[in-house]
């Protein structure tokens, strides 16, 4: 067994470094060192994406990625944010404020067991940061939440209101969507 | 020559399919060759046509091959459906050679017939294809009566002395029915097969139809039991069948009989079940590709598992032993890394996700490294895979779009 | 952990089962939640100032990935525990044909061994046997062969994380590690059980006596042989209920045949198949355990929906063995379930866990992967069905049904016996039957074992009678909403089992809203419309209806509601929260009696109804009414202390007590006080309002809830009340002496607080109201199986592709009634899961049985298809609640019934589409492109 040395930040916070078993998965790391439990084990093999979570590109641009599959090395050095990491906390670590999304969610009744709740989240929270770069079309909303979220699986909710949530923000956020083309 | 092969292929067919209708005949023929793949519009019904084929000189559609009199082959007579099949004559001129009567020109007589039969008897479907677009002047079919004279040679099937009768029934379905060639053989300028590289391996849609000549397919650690596993559920501890191969063992091989695959086996291993030995280092390969190793474990292991050895089958095939890493060419690792692959679902009991590609996140030289790592470490490889080679599939492949390609 | 103190033994007295201390710890949840004080105010409130409330009470937890399910809880999370976690891992089976002859220890890896290795002889060496329900050899013993798929055989424990994952990779898919000989015969044994439904009605007809029925003559049951039902066969209308039983059936079987012969009937005739489905709810199970020898006590945290019955058994199991010297007290953390659909009832999961934490040194955390939750966790019941419905030709009334089920329980019994039984009595589904011969048989075999996931049987037999029912329609050239409207069962007629529904039944109203929809009254234009604007695709519209029937038939909820001096209203459940909104709505429903919601739900609490002194003894489906007359004289006697969470049955069972609490607390608490403030001693409630929190009558000053609370704090007055409810199909009504006068509850259980600090319930708080006189539900209404109904009805269209068998939801129109909802938004997020889940039965999701399935260890969601968003109607689904007819209806359960009829109603449209019919699920792609294109192999 070989052991890296892995540093990475994570919700703005400086981990490592710190040596672990190279094949140490993400969500493993996630869990079972740091213990933010947030992101979830759904199916280990990358198909459900419950354990995505974001990563920040070198451009400031976000990305959703599963953390199950992936293991600690291709962390190293990057900004990981979890469904910990979105909310804004007061000095005494206190919920003040939610992200749109995380308030969409919400408003929507979204999610029912919430399983699987992390990784819409992230998902979508990546597809906002995508439109603000790329905005799209009135009339392909739809379709743009049916692709940045259809691998996603829920199974208490029939995906209903998580979309439902997701459009409602998009279309109310200015900038992310353009005229129809 | 042509005639003992007939009859010998019948021989070979044994008594199951004696007991069959030729109506029963001609659908397991109509799978051996793998019509419905080509003559099927991408979720589409089978037989009607309509899927494109993007070629250097231009888009050809697929057409309707079902007996509608309007816009099928409803007004076929044997002699033009023989013509079709082995002469690339259509009945309204001759037919582009995406039509693999290059290959089909080797299926026999009574095999034409059961064809014939079968294709008849389908529920007829009223559908026209799109036109076809292609430039001056291969537009022009009548100009493919001199590709046909100058790249056609109507040679008969090998029939070498002292091979078993299995392994002539492979000759015929791999080679006939089949038309493995069509995909695995090099082709020249003008879109022919190179008869002096036959089944070498070929770069189609950004994947290479890898060499399937009985040493590639044994250096690969291609051995019967692999082969046959391949070929009836696309997956195997050598790898796993994707791209156009997916769809061939999904449409074609996994209908064929136990005898008819291993046939097929017994071909194109020429007998022989002696993989070759590799001498994999996975010490030498750690220390000198250090980045590629440990983007193995950081972006690959979790499904390819520890030290490549895999996790379960039915997710995800090892890369120790992975015939890819094995091979020759190192095109499809490497393309299989940038590109991804889409998920897969064979039937319900066996389907498999798709995999991520890496073409934003791992530059030119850490693909290297890492195809190098895997190649040296479980492929035995001597040969160094250069950056430069990666940035040229990488430029091709971007060309072509098939790296934005959705997974 | 103050609540382990040996002072407090004379509060536990009745909750010590087999000499163990059973506990329940407050829900970790809550206690992560007191932390997080900003969220009770503003924007972060829950209930919001609407009528509804701004978001699930557990919604911010939920959305910014607290801990809060019991799979996120290591050691270092728990207070008083040690901080050092360790993990244990399960070795299983993933072949059955041949003897286990030990485990190859080398395979391990050397840098990753465990500290521990648990085999039978280990249970054998300390007296560790599972509890009855689940059966014999929790660990295979050496030289056995396995008793199905998956059968453990050995844990491993391990002291570091890292060991324990190095270990996991290295094992999970070794097929060296379990050392397999010699072939063997297979593990045989009789069937679970077997169940037989004859009624056949009398003269009176549909309300009248019956001739027959099990209400009115009981059951009877086969003997076995050779591993097969044998029904007797001695028939006689003049002998015992099975001679009797014999002879109607025979009547029915005969005059099928008869009236079919001679052109009268017209017989709908077939075999109906479900296949096994995994419930894929997305927490995989886990468990985490600690053996505080220092204080004799085992703490566990669970992912299970029925901590309760665990708690009880395991207190059996650890009582029969040799930790019952070292073992004191058990305490059940319980916390919010990640999905459960009936996966995490009784599974036998906790006990791996609980003997992981025997053997442990440290706290032991033992947590399934996807691929052991496929290959351990519980399944679906596939059922095989052979049906005959006969139908008059001219009426079109239904005369009889004859259906004979086998199901498939898998390796271990689990609920398999009453999940037959459910599925048997279900099948009548909305009609009315004048005859029927209904047979159910549960068979052991080899597969992974089921249990009670979502339908509990209903599913499977119900879509078979849509099926059938819409076959008939077609063949008899009918109308199907026709025919249906023909045949639909009214309030005060007798059921297949000849029991009177408890609930008015609406199905006219919702079969008529339905003819009356566009995509039915237009389907044939619609379809016209479609397939030639796409041309190749083929257009179908199909209608079913369903009916679930939800309870157990012993529903025993417990339900407490106190105030504190600031008139914060705290409230706890013994439902679980499994993620339907439990809490969310248990909350609201104070709001018409006590003025405000709560602000604090405890959901799944095991421990606080010791205060309630109750006990039970014999079980409530087999007692004799001796028996209950003899044992309800005692005033803290009751059939059922605690019982499962089925999600159906939280919003009607659970309500009904809540509302009782609710209801005596506003009369003995707040009415008094009100009386004092406003100087008044006589009051009408009937004059009373609330108004935003504040207690209105005409001409006086409004009062506060606080206020008032503060006032009866103040007096001493009652500030809590803690009640029981016991439902046999009926409920139980006892009389009590409250505040000098003898009233009528319909409770068996009560106890109150006067005063009191505690901002939880506390049972120690609580005095008992011992009650005068009870009148519980007769004990034959065992025989009744069934008679509680929440409807739902679905009109689905489809465009199937015919080259590829892929079905694409084209609309999709939902009707249900579910009496008064509680929080819409939380119905309709459950509808549409359920419509989701019922695709996934219907169209995708798949596991073959035996060595190919899940029990082999190597399924996961690659292969295993859940629907997806594109498998959905995301953007096109509509949803119709029947308003409730009074505001006195109940709030009925709704979860599962709604996956129902989408699933007839989608192989129905499938038909429509394609002229095939399916009598088998699911209908996968490549089933339907194969049934379309046989020309292609």
């Known amino acids: ?181 | 020559m042509h005639r003992i092969i007939v009859a010998l292929a019948a021989l070979l067919l044994g008594q199951t399919v004696a007991a069959q209708t030729s109506y029963e005949k001609g659908r397991y023929l109509a799978a051996a060759a793998d019509c419905v793949a080509c003559h099927t519009a991408v979720n589409g019904r089978p037989f009607i046509g309509g899927r494109p084929f993007h070629t250097p000189f231009g888009t050809l559609y697929s057409t309707n091959i079902t007996p509608d009199e309007k816009t099928g082959i409803g007004n076929y007579t044997l002699a033009d459906f023989r013509a079709s099949m082995h002469r690339g004559k259509g009945v309204h001129g001759n037919l582009y050679p995406a039509m693999p009567y290059t290959s089909y020109y080797l299926v026999s007589e009574e095999d034409i017939e059961a064809l014939y039969d079968y294709f008849m008897q389908l529920p007829p479907v009223e559908y026209t294809a799109p036109r076809n677009q292609l430039m001056f002047p291969a537009n022009l079919r009548f100009g493919l009566t001199f590709w046909n004279w100058i790249f056609f040679d109507r040679e008969p099937l090998a029939q070498p002395q002292g091979k078993s009768p299995e392994w002539q029934r492979g000759n015929y379905l791999v080679n006939a029915l089949g038309h493995c060639g069509e995909c695995h053989t090099p082709r020249n300028f003008a879109q022919a097969m190179r008869r002096d590289r036959h089944f070498a391996g070929n770069l189609l849609e950004g994947w290479d139809a890898v060499d399937i000549r009985p040493r590639a397919l044994l250096r690969q650690g291609w051995d019967r039991e692999h082969l046959r596993q391949l070929f009836t559920t696309g997956a195997s501890d050598r790898g796993t069948a994707f791209g156009e191969m997916f769809r061939v063992v999904e449409h074609s091989l996994s209908h064929l009989s136990g005898d008819d695959i291993n046939a097929i086996i017994t071909y194109l291993l020429d007998g022989s079940d002696e993989t070759s030995r590799v001498e994999g280092q996975p010490e030498l390969a750690a220390e000198r590709y250090a980045q590629g190793r440990a983007d193995f474990v950081a972006y690959c292991a979790g499904c390819h598992g520890r030290e490549g050895r895999g996790i379960v089958l039915d997710f995800a095939p090892p890369m120790d032993g992975n015939a890819g890493i094995r091979g020759q060419s190192p095109y499809n690792t490497i393309a299989v890394i940038l590109r991804g692959l889409p998920a897969q679902r064979m039937d319900r009991n066996n389907a498999r996700a798709g995999m991520q590609g890496f073409h934003r996140e791992l530059d030119d030289a850490r693909v290297a490294a890492l195809v190098n790592f895997m190649r040296t470490a479980w492929g035995g490889s001597k040969d160094e895979v250069k950056v430069q080679e990666v940035a040229e599939i990488r430029h091709q492949l971007q060309e072509h779009g098939y790296l934005e390609a959705a997974q | 952990m103050e609540g382990f103190r040996q002072d407090r033994r004379n509060f536990i007295k009745l909750c010590t089962v087999a000499g163990i201390t059973l506990f329940a710890a407050p829900s970790l949840w809550q206690l992560g939640r007191a932390r997080q004080a900003g969220s009770s105010t503003g924007k972060l409130n829950w209930r919001g100032d609407g009528p509804d409330p701004a978001f699930r009470s557990d919604g911010i937890a939920k959305v910014t990935g607290q801990k809060i399910f019991g799979r996120d809880y290591r050691a270092r999370d728990m207070s008083d525990w040690p901080q050092q976690q360790h993990y244990a891992l399960a070795l299983r089976c993933n072949r059955v044909e041949r003897r286990f002859t030990g485990i190859d220890w080398t395979q391990v890896p050397a840098d990753s061994q465990p500290y521990a290795r648990i085999t039978a002889q280990s249970l054998v060496d300390r007296k560790l046997k599972l509890p009855p329900f689940y059966g014999e050899a929790m660990l295979l013993p050496e030289g056995q062969s396995p008793y199905y798929y998956g059968h453990v055989v050995a844990m491993l424990l391990f002291d570091d994380f890292e060991k324990y994952a190095i270990a996991k990779q290295a094992l999970q898919f070794n097929e060296r590690i379990i050392r397999y000989g010699e072939e063997t015969p297979p593990v045989e044994r009789d069937p679970y059980a077997s169940w037989r439904i004859i009624r056949v009605e009398g003269k009176g007809g549909p309300t009248g006596e019956d001739l027959y029925s099990p209400l009115q003559d009981g059951l009877f049951f086969p003997q076995y042989r050779d591993r097969k039902a044998e029904w007797p066969t001695v028939a006689n209308q003049a002998g015992d209920v099975s001679e009797r039983g014999i002879y109607y059936a025979g009547q029915i079987r005969n005059q099928v045949e008869r009236e079919s012969a001679a052109g009268n009937w017209h017989l709908v005739r077939g075999q109906y198949e479900t296949q096994i489905i995994d419930p894929m709810m997305m927490e995989p199970e886990a468990a985490n355990g600690w053996l505080d020898s220092a204080r004799s006590t085992l703490h566990l945290v669970l992912t299970s929906q029925s901590p309760q019955d665990f708690q009880e058994m395991a207190a059996h199991m650890v009582a029969e063995s040799d930790f019952a010297a070292d073992i004191k007290n058990i305490v059940v953390h319980s916390a919010v379930v990640g999905g459960g659909f009936g996966g995490k009832d009784h599974s036998i999961f906790p006990y791996y866990g609980l003997v992981a934490a025997l053997f442990g040194t440290a706290p032991v955390r033992l947590a399934n992967n996807r691929f052991e939750q496929f290959q351990a966790g519980l399944k679906r019941h596939p059922f095989r069905m052979q049906n005959t419905l006969a139908v008059d030709r001219k009426s079109g009334k239904f005369q009889a049904l004859v259906a004979e089920m086998q199901v498939d329980g898998g390796g271990r019994q689990n609920f398999s016996p009453a999940i037959a039984m459910v599925g048997a009595s279900a099948i009548q589904g909305v009609y009315y039957l004048p005859r029927n011969d209904i047979i159910s048989v549960a068979n052991q075999s080899m597969n992974v074992d089921s249990g009670s996931m979502r339908g509990f049987g209903t599913l499977q037999t119900m879509t078979a009678m849509e099926m059938m029912v819409n076959q008939a329609a077609e063949e008899l050239g009918m109308d199907p909403i026709e025919l249906r409207l023909r045949n639909a069962f009214e309030t005060g007629w007798r059921n297949t089992q000849g029991a009177v529904p408890m609930v008015g039944v609406r199905y006219r109203e919702m079969l008529e809203r339905a003819r009356q929809h566009p995509i039915w009254q237009e389907r044939a234009e619609r379809k016209k419309i479609f397939e030639s604007k796409n041309p190749g695709y083929l257009f179908g519209t199909g209608y079913a209806i369903a009916t679930k029937d939800y309870g157990t038939g012993a529903a025993a909820p417990s339900s407490a509601v106190q105030f504190d001096p600031e008139g914060r209203l705290s409230l706890a459940v013994e439902f679980m929260e499994m993620g339907t909104g439990i809490g969310t709505s248990q909350s609201l429903l104070l709001e018409s009696v006590l003025g405000r919601a709560a602000e604090h739900c405890e959901v799944g609490v095991v421990d606080a109804w010791r205060g309630l002194q109750q006990f039970q003894t014999e079980s409530p489906y087999t007692m004799s009414q001796e028996h209950q007359d003899q044992m309800s004289t005692n005033p803290l006697w009751t059939p059922v202390i605690g019982m499962a969470s089925a999600a159906s049955m939280s919003a009607y069972f659970q309500s009904h007590v809540t509302l009782q609490a609710a209801q005596i607390l506003f009369q003995q608490g707040l009415l008094p006080a009100a009386r004092r403030l406003w100087q008044r001693d006589n009051i009408d409630p009937a004059q009373l309002q609330w108004q935003d929190g504040e207690l209105q009558l005409e001409g006086l000053p409004l009062l506060s809830l606080a206020r008032l609370a503060a006032e009866a704090h103040r007096n001493g007055d009652v500030t809590g009340v803690m009640v029981h409810g016991f439902n046999r199909w009926e409920w139980t009504e006892a009389e009590f002496d409250l505040g000098g006068e003898r009233q009528t509850w319909v409770i068996d259980g009560l106890a109150l607080r006067r005063g009191g600090s505690a901002d939880r319930v506390r049972a120690e708080e609580y005095q008992v109201v011992k009650r005068k006189a009870v009148r519980y539900p007769r004990t034959a209404l065992n025989n009744a199986m069934v008679t509680y109904y929440a409807p739902t009805a679905a009109l689905v269209e489809v465009a199937v592709n015919p080259g590829t068998g892929e079905v694409t939801i084209h609309g999709l129109q939902n009707y249900m009634d579910c009496g008064r909802p509680i929080v819409r938004q939380l119905v309709e997020g459950q509808i549409e899961g359920g419509v989701a889940m019922g695709i996934g039965h219907a169209l995708y999701e798949f596991l073959p049985p035996l060595g190919e399935g899940a029990g082999n260890g190597s399924w996961n969601l690659n292969r295993y298809q859940v629907p997806l968003a594109k498998h959905v109607p995301v953007w096109n689904q509509q949803h119709e609640m029947l308003p409730p007819e009074t505001d006195k209806d109940p709030h009925k359960g709704i979860a599962e019934v709604v996956m129902i009829p989408i699933v007839a109603a989608l192989a129905e449209a499938i038909y429509q589409a394609t002229g095939k019919r399916f009598n088998e699920t699911p209908i996968t792609p490549e089933k339907l492109r194969r049934a379309l294109n046989p020309q292609v192999l």
């Open chain 1, 1 to 181: 067994m070989a052991r890296i040395p892995v540093t990475m930040v994570v919700n703005g916070e400086q981990v490592g470094p710190v040596e672990l078993d190279e094949y140490t998965s993400m969500l493993d790391f996630l869990q079972e060192y740091l213990n933010l439990t947030g992101t979830k084990l759904g199916c280990g093999i990358g198909v459900c994406r419950a354990c995505s979570v974001i990563v920040e590109g070198a451009d400031g641009s976000l990305e959703s990625v599963r953390s199950c599959i992936n293991n600690v090395g291709r962390f190293d050095g990057k900004k990981v944010t979890t469904v910990e990491g979105l909310a804004e906390h007061n000095a005494e670590g206190e919920i003040v404020a939610l992200s749109p999304i995380q308030q969409a969610f919400l408003r929507n009744f979204s999610f029912q067991c919430g399983w699987c709740t992390a990784g819409f989240v992230n998902a979508a929270t990546v597809l906002l940061d995508r439109l603000r770069r790329e905005p799209v079309a009135a009339d392909r909303v739809e379709d743009t939440i049916d692709e940045a979220l259809g691998e996603h699986i829920c199974r208490c909710t029939g995906y209903v209101r998580y979309f439902r949530a997701v459009r409602e923000v998009i279309e109310s956020t200015p900038g992310l969507v353009k005229e129809a083309e």
